[in-house]
């Protein structure tokens, strides 16, 4: 939980330096301020270690196909060198 209020003041942070250095007069900064706050809510979101992100397990099940069809691909090769292709 620290982490993640961490990363929210250097996000903050990091857009006010910003702002100043290149002049900007923002009329909605608060407004801007809550999106980056949303922002740093949803990188921190996910839970990697424990698979509790559905785009980490919808990204470690497409993983899994490409193993298995290069496996099967592999098997698929060995067969025809050992065996011959038939007709």
Do not use: P, W
Not at 7 to 14: A, G, L, V
Not at 15 to 42: C, G, P, R, V, W
Request: one cysteine or more; a negative charge; charged letters at 35%.
């Amino acid at each position: 939980m620290t982490l993640k209020s961490e990363y929210k003041n250097i996000f903050k942070r990091s857009f006010k330096n910003i702002a100043e250095l290149k002049h900007y007069d923002i009329e909605k900064e608060e407004e801007l301020l809550s999106l980056i706050d949303q922002m740093a809510d949803t990188l921190f979101e996910c839970q990697y270690s424990d698979n509790k992100c559905s785009a980490n397990k919808l990204y470690q099940n497409y993983l899994i196909k490409n193993d298995l069809e290069k496996e099967k691909n592999q098997a698929l090769e060995l067969k025809s060198r050992v065996v011959g292709i038939q007709f």
